[in-house]
């Protein structure tokens, strides 16, 4: 069953995030590692963001390796963190000798990797072919200078590999006569801080929601002003213990290419990512089931139960071909299915249904719940007997 489609109120929230101190990547939104746990981020992503004032003129240069990751992506925003221009990393042309490895066929584990990209002072061109260039003027703003902000995000790092083993890209300010202005790094307390007043926001803004959403109502989130991943699209529904101890959900699988063991070329899939995400009302993020570590049964189907701890079956565990999600350890929280990049030849995406579509066209792939009590689902047995 769909309900309504979700957009956020971003004017009135963004008027409470201050602004992000004027070093490289002075702002980190992560699960854990000294970033802001904010915005349904995904357990297995990170964002660095920058924002900088440049005088009329100067061109923002940067240069860096390609992460050993399942995806990249750089992004401009405007500042109620609006898209502006963007860079998926298979649009991002290596260094000359250098390789990129998220291209299908590319050798992941090559150490020459280098990319720089330019980051101009203009509006989006309407027959942009400029590569390796990011536009950072919002459309209609005639003022050359000014504050650019823009955000590089990773997705699933490879195995052994952590968020601040990642080098972000180095960055320069060339101004019109040519000069180069290094920007420094940002100290380590300057990332983490602020954005706790907006997730309150947004957090209010979805129990209103919530209140008049049917149980297992999937309803498509369109996070327009949030600092949204257009390569990204959602959709959303309640966990309620009021409902049931145990939320149960099931579906078909889309493909993707397999990469945190260190495949050694880049594969394709039907989508280059998905995952599964419970929050809080806060939008802080509690769990994710990333699709690489969720079990399938024989027929390309998942099978995942989201309880709180304290409520989770015995047989909620990947040896019986279930995913476990951890619920808030009380009250409603959101369940959040993401599905990034899909295959032109896919046309079972989230992407698919556009913001007013029904998430029932996903067809197999919409996941379909119930709930039930722990004791239940425990009689389903081990591996779990599917009803």
């Not at 923002?60 to 502006?84: C, E, K, N, W």
């Not at 536009?135 to 195995?159: C, H, I, K, N, W």
């Amino acid at each position: 069953m769909a309900s309504a489609p979700l957009s956020a109120p971003t004017a009135k929230a963004f008027a409470a995030v201050p602004a992000e101190p004027a070093c490289a990547w002075g702002s980190r939104l992560s699960v854990g590692g000294g970033g802001r746990n904010l915005l349904f981020i995904d357990a297995a992503a990170a964002y660095w963001s920058t924002e900088i004032a440049v005088p009329p003129g100067a061109t923002i240069r940067l240069q860096g390796d390609f992460p050993h990751a399942r995806y990249m992506s750089l992004v401009a925003y405007d500042a109620r963190r609006r898209t502006i221009d963007h860079l998926a990393d298979t649009a991002i042309r290596p260094d000359p000798g250098s390789v990129n490895p998220f291209m299908p066929g590319a050798f992941r584990s090559s150490g020459d990797r280098r990319f720089s990209i330019a980051i101009v002072d203009a509006a989006v061109p309407a027959d942009k072919t400029a590569s390796n260039t990011l536009y950072a003027r919002p459309s209609g703003q005639p003022r050359e200078g000014g504050t650019v902000r823009f955000t590089l995000r990773v997705y699933q790092p490879d195995a052994g590999v952590a968020f601040d083993d990642i080098a972000l890209p180095g960055i320069e300010i060339v101004d019109r006569d040519g000069r180069t202005h290094v920007v420094p790094s940002c100290a380590p307390s300057a990332v983490a801080a602020g954005g706790e007043r907006l997730g309150k926001l947004l957090g209010a803004f979805l129990a209103s929601r919530f209140k008049t959403m049917e149980p297992l109502a999937w309803a498509i989130f369109t996070p327009d002003g949030l600092g949204e991943n257009i390569d990204n699209a959602y959709i959303y529904t309640a966990f309620d213990p009021e409902y049931g101890e145990v939320l149960a959900f099931e579906g078909r699988a889309p493909s993707v290419p397999a990469t945190f063991a260190g495949a050694p070329v880049m594969g394709e899939g039907e989508l280059r990512y998905w995952s599964f995400c419970t929050s809080r009302m806060t939008t802080a993020v509690i769990d994710c089931a990333v699709d690489e570590f969720v079990p399938l049964d024989g027929h390309g189907n998942y099978l995942v139960a989201v309880t709180t701890p304290a409520k989770r079956p015995r047989n909620a565990v990947r040896e019986c071909g279930v995913a476990w999600l951890a619920a808030p350890p009380s009250g409603p929280g959101a369940l959040v299915y993401r599905h990034m990049l899909p295959a032109p030849t896919f046309s079972r995406s989230i992407q698919s249904l556009g913001a007013a579509g029904n998430p029932a066209a996903l067809g197999d792939y919409l996941p379909r719940g119930r709930y039930s009590s722990k004791e239940a689902f425990e009689a389903l047995g081990c591996p779990v007997v599917r009803p």
